[in-house]
């Protein structure tokens, strides 16, 4: 007759595990995704703390996407430590966290393909910023911007189709400005 409460035991056990382990893989009781390698592409790992978001439609709102020709009808989404927008025309990533934004930015500079690295760009947010926005209509751009004293919010654009330098540009800089809704 041990057999059985040792049985329900060990089922009361297993299943507890099982549901605490569902819990952490559906996020229940964190605060958002965590990435120890953000989506840079400057060939320089990124390393983001896990990110509380509020609207990733607010950071990377349509109309940024429908500027640049792409598709607009996918939202923004959490992932990759921030919010992401992914289509069949490129991706667009929007991340935070505590880092040095002079460090960021040299390290960026060293990264940056020949000649497309600005220390400074204005954007209508008036924040400092600094990156290398591509000068051709496929590729990768990538602007930092400083929200505060040791923290930055990093912008990555990756066009997979044809797209205007000068949109990529103008939609970049309108991105700098949807920093306070990525916490």
């Given at each position: ?30 605060s958002?995704?965590s ?7 400057s060939g ?9 978001i509020g609207?990733?439609d ?49 390290k960026?500079?060293?990264a940056a ?7 400074r760009?204005d ?30 919010m ?24 949807t ?5």
């Open positions: 007759m041990s057999f059985f409460p040792r049985t329900r035991a060990t089922l009361l056990v297993g299943s507890l595990a099982l549901t605490v382990a569902a819990a952490a893989g559906c996020g229940i009781g964190e958002g995704p990435s120890t390698t953000g989506p840079s592409t320089a790992p990124t390393t983001t703390p896990a990110t509380e609207s990733c607010q950071a990377i709102p349509s109309s940024v996407v429908s500027e640049l020709g792409w598709d607009d009808a996918t939202s923004a989404t959490q992932g990759r430590g921030g919010c992401a927008w992914e289509g069949d025309q490129g991706s667009i990533w929007v991340y935070g966290g505590p880092q040095d934004f002079q460090d960021t930015c040299e960026l500079q060293d393909p020949d000649g497309t690295f600005e220390a760009l954007n209508p947010a008036g924040l400092e910023a600094c990156g290398y926005l591509r000068d051709d209509d496929l590729g990768t751009s990538e602007i930092v911007v400083v929200e505060a004293e040791d923290r930055v990093t912008i990555n654009l990756v066009a997979s189709e044809p797209t205007s330098p000068d949109l990529v540009r103008s939609s970049m800089l309108a991105l700098a400005g920093t306070a809704d990525v916490p």
